[in-house]
């Protein structure tokens, strides 16, 4: 018998027909937890915070949501008031602006993009077509340096561009017609080819505080280097050394990254994506419910 406690209001689990990115197939992260707390019966996270159940991404896409958002509020406020946890409540977001609706103060927002606990910014594929398209070319069969292929949605892309496009070895495309929620194939076939050809991409935050490509350049066989500005917003660092096995640099050292990769020999680099073996499974989605709920 499943225990979950569900908001009496369906727009609260509204679906999408939203695909992004292109090699989704399946649940968004939100909706995967959604299933797994109610397969294996679970309320609490693992500091005894009762679950806030929400599928925040889909409604709040949704152009309606503008106009029924005060009602969803009142439903919202009426289910925290009957039903009291003492140690506050959770939820899990992808959203890269977080919940719109107002949670009680003593909740913990396990987020994507944003909040207090950051999560990867993953995805479902059933299909796995990433990690089989993943190759294993040897390090001196790489051609390009360092790539990057997307849209600069955020300023700390418009500094990567501006400092490392004109550097040997790096390789921008920035697609004419942008890189919306309907990825055109040739860019995404772009992505994939360039970095199967890279030792290193760039995944610099976007609009949200992360972005879903430092997860992909890995699962492409490529080490991905996440560049942030304000808040270095990487999952687990708790358990985690990023220095195994990915870069993370600030934006104001940006300037520093040619140099930087120069240091990663053959030997280094094999280190590295070693030590990614070791700990890929903490970028799935059963990883990150076991996290949050220890279950």
């Not at 679950?51 to 709040?60: G, H, K, M």
């Not at 919940?99 to 999560?119: R, S």
């Not at 505080?209 to 999952?235: A, T």
Request: a negative charge; charged letters at 20%; glycine letters at 4%.
């Amino acid at each position: 018998m499943n225990n979950l406690i569900l908001i009496p209001n369906k727009a609260f689990y509204i679906s999408t027909k939203i695909v992004y990115p292109p090699f989704k197939n399946g649940f968004y992260m939100e909706e995967y937890f959604l299933s797994y707390t109610i397969t294996n019966n679970i309320l609490y996270d693992k500091n005894g915070r009762l679950y806030i159940p929400a599928l925040w991404t889909n409604f709040q896409l949704e152009s309606w949501f503008s106009n029924y958002r005060q009602t969803m509020q009142n439903d919202l406020n009426n289910f925290v008031k009957t039903h009291p946890c003492e140690n506050g409540y959770f939820t899990v977001v992808q959203h890269d602006d977080g919940p719109f609706l107002q949670l009680p103060e003593n909740t913990i927002i396990y987020g994507a993009c944003t909040g207090h606990i950051p999560l990867p910014l993953i995805y479902e594929d059933k299909q796995n077509t990433l990690t089989q398209l993943g190759n294993t070319l040897a390090f001196n069969d790489r051609t390009i340096l360092c790539s990057f292929v997307g849209c600069t949605t955020h300023k700390v892309r418009n500094t990567c561009v501006d400092i490392l496009s004109t550097v040997p070895g790096f390789d921008f495309t920035i697609p004419a017609n942008g890189w919306t929620l309907s990825v055109e194939k040739n860019n995404q076939d772009v992505f994939i080819e360039k970095t199967l050809h890279s030792k290193f991409a760039l995944a610099p935050r976007g609009y949200g505080k992360s972005s879903f490509r430092f997860f992909e350049i890995f699962q492409l066989g490529c080490i991905p280097i996440y560049v942030w500005d304000d808040v270095e917003w990487l999952p687990y660092k708790d358990i985690l050394d990023y220095s195994k096995f990915c870069i993370s640099i600030n934006e104001s050292s940006i300037s520093k990254l040619p140099e930087l990769l120069g240091e990663i020999d053959e030997t280094k680099y094999s280190e590295m994506m070693d030590e990614y073996q070791k700990i890929k499974h903490m970028f799935e989605l059963d990883f990150m419910c076991k996290y949050i709920t220890s279950q």
